[in-house]
């Protein structure tokens, strides 16, 4: 699969299989986060893994009862050191390669916006200094949500000022 169809077939996946991401998948997953570029190569992040469904049921509860995220396979924990800067975007950035590729394994994934950040940190003994900012499910999709729709274009892109649309096909 190019990047492009990866791009055009990714979908949040809100209801999934009950069943583990093989160690080799998720090492290719995992391999996707590491790779993706980040502020000065500092890599000022860790993500904490979790697929102890115990935990992922306290999880749930924490990141708006939404239950899905206690039948995902895998729920990632993006945890910024906020003394650096891009910290966050970069954890954005290798998340979103992460979801590419899951696409292209088969595996489906959502960004998890809805979640208690002192929460998550007692439940996962989070230290003081680091923060949780960006969560994400990951497993084996049971659903194929149609896709949604997109703005065009021209609502999106500015001409080199605002407000001035800028003419694309």
Not at 33 to 57: C, F, G, Y
Not at 140 to 154: C, G, L
Request: aromatic share 6%; with cysteine; charged share 30%.
């Amino acid at each position: 699969m190019d990047v492009k169809s990866a791009i055009r077939s990714r979908k949040s996946i809100r209801k999934y299989e009950r069943r583990r991401l093989p160690p080799e998948v998720l090492d290719e997953l995992l391999e996707a986060i590491r790779l993706a570029p980040s502020s000065n190569n500092r890599q000022a992040w860790t993500m904490v893994v979790v697929q102890d469904r115990k935990l992922k049921e306290r999880l749930a509860k924490a990141s708006g009862n939404q239950r899905f995220v206690a039948e995902c396979a895998v729920y990632l924990v993006g945890v910024a050191d906020p003394s650096v800067y891009y910290s966050t975007v970069d954890m954005a950035i290798a998340l979103d390669h992460l979801s590419l590729r899951a696409v292209e394994l088969g595996v489906g994934t959502c960004w998890i916006g809805d979640f208690d950040p002192q929460a998550i940190s007692r439940i996962l003994g989070i230290p003081k200094g680091r923060e949780p900012t960006i969560c994400m499910t990951v497993g084996y999709p049971a659903e194929n949500p149609r896709p949604k729709r997109r703005k065009a274009k021209s609502e999106l892109f500015c001409a080199d000022r605002w407000n001035n649309p800028l003419k694309v096909r």
